[in-house]
C-alpha cells in the first residue's frame, strides 16, 4: 500500500505548514510548471513595457500606440490564458503529489490544457466578481475571494464545469472563510515582504529609479510572482482536501480505498493482508 500524506482535519497553521513542505518536496516539478508557462510571456511584457517606456521617452507617438496595444494583448494572455492554466497544471500536480501518485510537467500542462477553456471560464468569472466586490467597499471581495478558492481544485480534481465547480467551492467553505483569509493574509504577506526586500535591495545598490535598477526590479518582481504562484496553488488544494475531510470524510475515502486496493495484492500474492512482517 502507498504511503500516503496523512489525512486529517488541518488548522490554519498546519495547512501553511504542509504548504510549505509539499512546495520543498516538489519545488522542481512545481517551478517547471510555472517557468514553462509563464516565464516566456513574463519575458515579452518586461520587454515591451520598457520599448513602450522608450518610445515615451523619444517622444515616439507611432511606437508609443503599438507598444501599449501589444502590452495590453499580452497581459490579456498572461491574465485569461497563461495563469489559469499554469493554476490548473499546477493543482492538478499538487494533488497527484498529495496522493503519493507521479506526474511530470508535460503530464500536468498536458492534464490542464485539456481543462483550459473550463480554467478560462472560472477564473474570469471568479475575478469579476472579486474586482466588483473591491469596489463595493472591499469586503464583499475579499468574502468571494474565500468563498471560490477551491474552484479550481473542483475543477481539476472533479472535473466540474466552471459554474458547478464555483458552486462546488461555496458550498464546501461554507462556514471555514476565516481559515482561507487567513491563510490568503499570510501568503499575500509573504509575498510582499520578498518583494519589498528585493526593493529596498536594488534601490540601495543601484537605485530602483535608474534603468538598470527599475530593470532588475521589474525583473525579481516577476520571478516572485512565478516563485510564489504554487504557494496559493497548494494552500487552494489542501484547502479544498481539508474542506472534503471535514464534510465528506475524505480521509475515510481514501483510507477504505487504500486498504481495498491491499486486500486485492494480498489476494493476488496468497498472503494474509493484515500479516504485513509475514514471510514469504
Given at each position: ?7 486529517e ?14 512546495y ?12 514553462v ?9 518586461i ?15 507611432s ?14 494572455i ?35 490544457w ?25 469586503v ?31 458550498e ?35 537605485g ?19 516563485l ?36 486485492a495484492?494480498?489476494?493476488n ?12
Amino acid at each position: 500500500m502507498q504511503t500516503l500524506e496523512k489525512m486529517e482535519p488541518m488548522s490554519t497553521g498546519q495547512i501553511l505548514d504542509r504548504t510549505l513542505k509539499l512546495y520543498s518536496r516538489n519545488w522542481s516539478l512545481l517551478l517547471g510548471i510555472s517557468a514553462v508557462l509563464t516565464l516566456p510571456v513574463v519575458g515579452i511584457m518586461i520587454a515591451l513595457n520598457y520599448y513602450t517606456q522608450y518610445a515615451l521617452q523619444t517622444e515616439n507617438g507611432s511606437g508609443l500606440m503599438i507598444g501599449g496595444l501589444l502590452n495590453l494583448v499580452v497581459i490579456c494572455i498572461y491574465g485569461f490564458v497563461t495563469y489559469p492554466l499554469a493554476q490548473g497544471a499546477s493543482t492538478f500536480a499538487i494533488s497527484e503529489r498529495y496522493l503519493n501518485k507521479e506526474v511530470g510537467v508535460g503530464q500536468a500542462i498536458g492534464f490542464g490544457w485539456r481543462r483550459l477553456g473550463t480554467l478560462f471560464n472560472v477564473s474570469v468569472s471568479i475575478g469579476l466578481r472579486v474586482f466588483l466586490g473591491m469596489l463595493l467597499l472591499i469586503v464583499p471581495g475579499i468574502v468571494w475571494a474565500c468563498t471560490y478558492i477551491a474552484a479550481i481544485p473542483a475543477v481539476m480534481i472533479e472535473g466540474c464545469k466552471a459554474r458547478d465547480g464555483m458552486s462546488r467551492s461555496r458550498e464546501l467553505s461554507l462556514g471555514r472563510r476565516k481559515s482561507v483569509f487567513g491563510i490568503l493574509v499570510a501568503i499575500w504577506a509573504l509575498s510582499f515582504v520578498i518583494d519589498l526586500s528585493f526593493y529596498f535591495a536594488i534601490d540601495l545598490s543601484l537605485g530602483a529609479k535608474t534603468f538598470i535598477g527599475g530593470l532588475l526590479y521589474t525583473v525579481a518582481s516577476q520571478g516572485v510572482v512565478v516563485l510564489l504562484m504554487p504557494v496559493g496553488v497548494i494552500a487552494a488544494t489542501l484547502l479544498y482536501y481539508d474542506f472534503r475531510i471535514r464534510k465528506e470524510g475524505f480521509d475515510l475515502e481514501m483510507l477504505q480505498q487504500a486498504m481495498s486496493a491491499d486486500f486485492a495484492e494480498a489476494a493476488n500474492e496468497g498472503s494474509d493482508p493484515m500479516n504485513k512482517n509475514q514471510e514469504f
